[in-house]
């Protein structure tokens, strides 16, 4: 094993409990303190974990033990918390987008470059067993040369469950950049990257209703779109269709499937780590399950971290995470233009992932 990832957090919500969870059993990681702006918020969170300290974000980042910050706040926030963090010399792992534009996202490559930390950027599920052995099953031919893909999400969207929904209707969220980086992670694990971009978006509503909660059935204003459709064409030529949307109530449709001139997968969620691949092939009528064949093992959020450990660029990395921040700001400038639009980055396939039990993983 390399060296012990000490780790500190910046935000305490909704997803924090399931990043605690892992990082509790993952022997890489040493949870050193955690910081919110609600200081209570902070100190529920790490209850059950003893030993971890509850700082202020300055003291946090001005903590000589810590080496790497998990950035676990809004979308809005989280380009201002990596800079700080690198800015005192420290790795970056962070929530998914890797910020809420573009240009924020590249100023925390440059800064980390200039600084020589590493940057790692959420989605980690495609990690997991389920896009990797999708993955694998392609790279070993098993659907020949792959043409195309669809990815497809559709609910009515998160205010019916989350407490504080504001930041997916905001710049930063919507459909897209709240849910498009599994779909999109994923087809570029699995096609590689994308090239140009056709999209078109639309919304229902201006005002949507809290479900649940302290602040339930307070409005909150919808400044983005909530139904975004589009194609990507990938550099390799094969073509993607996705569908995300805030706008529906359900579907039927796999999350995501990819078609060869050989054989059709179906890919497992690409929000969850595990899951079934099914392989089609070419005159058969049923599809079949493949075996597991690649990627961390009973994992969950916060493995991405793990490679940070072994000072290695990590698989879910902000090369990965500014491609397909690049993708979806393409789609909604496409929408907005009615016209096609290239797609500024490129990046490569990120490495494949070993079968393996994640807390075991080097
Ligand atoms: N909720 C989920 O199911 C889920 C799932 C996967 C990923 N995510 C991602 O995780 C991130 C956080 O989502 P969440 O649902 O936990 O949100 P949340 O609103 O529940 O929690 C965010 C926390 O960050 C804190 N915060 C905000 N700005 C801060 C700042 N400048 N400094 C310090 N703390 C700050 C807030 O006080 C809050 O406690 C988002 O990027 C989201 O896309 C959420």
New binding site residues.
């Given amino acids: 094993m390399g060296q012990p990832v000490n780790l500190g957090i ?7 409990a ?1 990043y605690l969870q892992t990082i509790d059993r993952l022997p890489q990681v040493n949870l050193v303190a955690v ?4 200081l209570d ?2 100190r529920e969170a790490v209850r059950p974990y003893a030993g971890v300290e509850v700082l202020s ?1 300055p003291d946090l980042m001005a903590d000589a033990r810590i080496d790497t910050v998990l950035n ?7 380009a ?2 990596a800079l700080q963090a690198i800015a005192a010399g420290k790795h970056v792992y962070c ?3 890797l910020a809420a534009t573009g240009a924020d996202a590249r100023r925390v490559l440059e800064a980390a470059a200039e600084a020589g930390v590493r940057v790692g950027c ?2 980690d599920t495609v990690l997991g067993t389920g896009t990797q052995t999708a993955r694998v099953a392609i790279d070993d031919g098993l659907i020949g040369r792959p043409v195309a893909a669809t990815a497809t999400m559709l609910t009515p969207g ?1 205010e019916r469950w ?3 929904p504001d ?1 997916y209707y905001v710049p930063g ?1 919507g459909p897209l950049l ?1 849910m498009g980086p599994y779909y999109i992670s994923s087809l570029v694990t699995l096609l590689g990257p994308v090239a140009t971009v056709i999209g078109a978006a639309g919304r229902t509503r201006a005002k949507r209703t809290i479900g649940k909660g302290p602040r339930q059935g307070e409005e909150i204003p919808v400044l983005v779109d909530t139904h975004v459709t589009g194609v990507l064409v990938h550099e390799s030529g094969a073509l993607s269709t996705l569908v995300m949307s805030f706008d529906a109530v359900a579907t039927k449709a796999p999350n995501i499937e990819v078609h060869g001139e050989l054989g059709s997968l179906v890919v497992p969620d690409p ?1 969850h780590f595990d899951g079934t691949v099914l392989l089609t092939r070419l005159g058969e009528k049923d599809a079949a399950p493949l075996p597991v064949s690649a990627g961390y093992e009973e994992a969950g ?1 916060g493995v991405g971290l793990i490679d940070f450990a072994f000072g290695r660029e990590p698989r879910a990395g902000g090369t990965l995470g500014i491609h397909v921040l690049d993708i979806m700001e393409s789609l909604l400038a496409s929408a907005k233009s009615g016209r096609s639009v290239d797609v500024e980055s490129t990046c490569e396939r990120p490495a494949p992932v070993a079968l393996g039990n994640s807390a075991a993983a080097g």
Avoid: M, W, Y
């Avoid at 910046?10 to 924090?16: D, H």
């Avoid at 910081?35 to 609600?38: Q, T």
């Fill in positions: 910046v935000g305490c919500g909704a997803i924090s399931q910081a919110d702006l609600d918020r902070a974000v676990l706040t809004i979308p809005a926030a989280h201002e918390i929530e998914k987008p959420a989605p998160h989350h407490p504080n930041f969220g709240d929000n959020r």
